[in-house]
């Protein structure tokens, strides 16, 4: 077998283990199983979000989840303080350009992005977090060009991101979302058509507003190339740049609509091919399975602008995220 497809199957293993190693803690509830969930003491109080859509789910033994609508909202949140699981599933997206006669060409691949914010310093709106949200992309099919009307097709493990993001406490930012930090990305493309053959290293930042109503987000992320992969020589530094902006409107019943697409630029390429700007449109609804919340989106992404020679001209995405116990509860370094 393949080399791809031992690091599909690895991934893939791995992924679903953690999956159901959360799903079968005990710590979404407070006591042993037959005593049920304790409810949530009244002197918490519920958010906005529980008071615009009715009482809050008392199902979570954690009363920052509160309703499925507001576990909704808060996903729309790079920031929020929610430990989760994204697996993005694109496929199948369609490749074209000038260097392709024929039909356009078919992909497919698995974003994986464990949500993980830790709390380092205060609690409620005074708390300052560290964010990070590992992007691993599993790549099941990517056309490759190489020669004219001729592409190949690989597969395996792209380069892997980590972006490591700081927030400002909402008590002084409102309803305003700011964060920034450093993000790398680390060369373990298992093929060298998958990723740079570089560590890369810049600056992520975090900048929008949120209400009861929508979530509107800018995300960019800028990575440059600073050591090639050891043993390789890529030829070229990365400069490129990865836009996420977010638009969500939350609906009742915790639906949601709107868009989440990420446009890429690269400095280093040929005229013509240096821009990939998708817009949108997704649907999603929040349920539980269980005890577990899981966030469900679906969508369609169309590029109003692709590369000329030959990239991503649309694609379908499935993402499915189910809600799972953070690991930290206490912040690193106390505060009140």
């Known amino acids: 077998m393949r080399e791809d497809f031992w690091w599909i199957a690895k991934i893939a293993w791995l992924t679903g283990g953690t999956v159901l190693a959360l799903c079968a803690t005990p710590a979404w509830s407070e006591g042993p199983q037959a005593e049920g969930p304790k409810p949530i003491p009244s002197t918490v109080p519920p958010d906005d979000v529980c008071r615009s859509t009715g009482p809050c789910d008392t199902g979570h033994s954690r ?39 024929g039909d356009a060409k078919l992909g497919g691949r698995v974003n994986i992005e464990p949500i993980m914010p830790f709390p380092l310093y205060g609690t409620g709106k005074d708390q300052w977090k560290l964010v990070t949200r590992p992007i691993i992309p599993v790549v099941f099919s990517q056309p490759i060009p190489t020669g004219f009307d001729k592409t190949k097709q690989d597969g395996g493990l792209g380069d892997i991101e980590v ?24 060369p373990t493309a298992t093929y060298d058509s998958l990723g740079s053959q570089q560590f890369s290293v810049g600056p992520a930042v975090v900048a929008g507003y949120q209400n009861e109503f929508v979530t509107a987000v800018l995300f960019p992320n800028y990575f440059f190339g600073f050591a090639d992969q050891p043993g390789k020589n890529a030829g070229r530094t990365t400069s490129r740049l990865t836009l996420l902006y977010v638009l969500i409107f939350n609906l009742p019943d915790a639906w949601q609509v709107g868009m989440n697409p ?29 005890r577990l919340p899981i966030n469900i989106k679906a969508g369609l992404e169309y590029s109003v602008i692709s590369q000329d020679d030959f990239g991503q001209v649309a694609q379908f995405r499935i993402e499915v995220t189910p809600v799972v116990p953070g690991l930290f509860q206490k912040p690193f370094f106390g505060g009140k």
């Open 63 to 101: 009363p920052e989840h509160g309703s499925l609508a507001n576990i909704g909202k808060k996903l729309a949140n790079p920031l929020s303080d929610l430990w989760a699981l994204t697996m993005s599933f694109n496929g199948p997206q369609f490749f074209d350009g000038n260097s392709n006669e």
């Open 163 to 186: 972006p490591l993001l700081v927030n400002l406490p909402s008590r002084v930012s409102g309803k305003w979302l700011l964060g920034a930090g450093p993000v790398w990305e680390f």
């Open 262 to 290: 990420t446009i890429a630029y690269d400095h280093k390429a040929t005229r013509g091919n240096k821009w990939n700007v998708p817009v949108g449109l997704l649907a999603s609804k929040t349920i539980k399975i269980g």
